[in-house]
């Protein structure tokens, strides 16, 4: 059976459901892989992702269509939500509705969470498997974050010059002049 058909009989809503379930599979899944004392440091996080769960998978009103829309665009809308129930709590609750609009307010969710797009394309190219993808996931932020260290770097004063191939020149004290 074609499953790009059968996908068509569901609300956008449902579908938000059936990826939000498969989010928190997911998120589960990487939390029982750790060690006790990673478990333990995640509580915070597991709590928030727990709850988010719940609200997003109830019958209640807290999305409609045009949210689950939105949210689909994305690769885990579980996530997006929690993060930023999680900010905005702060030790208080924080309405799913109320939450959602600032989500939607902030500006490139593209730039800060992994769109549909963007994980169909490591599917294609690294396979399916939970572990794999985060491990990528992991090492591509990894690099980003080293990436922008440099950028940090470079738009320090007195950092000297690049060198022919992209690096830093500095001067050592006991070897002169040098490329890192």
């Not at 990673?38 to 019958?59: L, R, W």
């Not at 939500?81 to 030790?91: I, K, M, P, S, T």
């Not at 440099?150 to 070897?175: Q, T, Y």
Request: proline share 2%; glycine share 6%.
């Amino acid at each position: 059976m074609d499953n790009n058909l059968t996908m068509k009989n569901f609300t956008p809503l449902a579908l938000l459901r059936k990826r939000v379930e498969q989010n928190y599979a997911d998120f589960k899944a990487e939390m029982l892989i750790g060690d006790e004392e990673y478990i333990f440091d995640m509580a915070h996080m597991i709590a928030a992702v727990k709850d988010t769960y719940e609200q997003m998978t109830s019958d209640s009103d807290y999305l409609d269509d045009g949210d689950a829309e939105i949210l689909l665009r994305f690769y885990n809308p579980l996530e997006m939500v929690a993060d930023f129930l999680q900010e905005r709590q702060a030790g208080c609750p924080v309405d799913i509705n109320d939450a959602l609009i600032g989500l939607y307010g902030t500006e490139n969710l593209e730039e800060s969470y992994i769109t549909m797009d963007f994980a169909e394309e490591l599917a294609e190219k690294y396979g399916d498997d939970v572990r794999v993808r985060i491990a990528l996931l992991l090492e591509t932020i990894e690099a980003g974050e080293r990436y922008l260290q440099l950028m940090k770097l470079a738009d320090l004063p007195d950092m000297g010059e690049f060198c022919d191939n992209g690096f830093f020149i500095f001067e050592d004290e006991d070897d002169g002049e040098g490329c890192f």
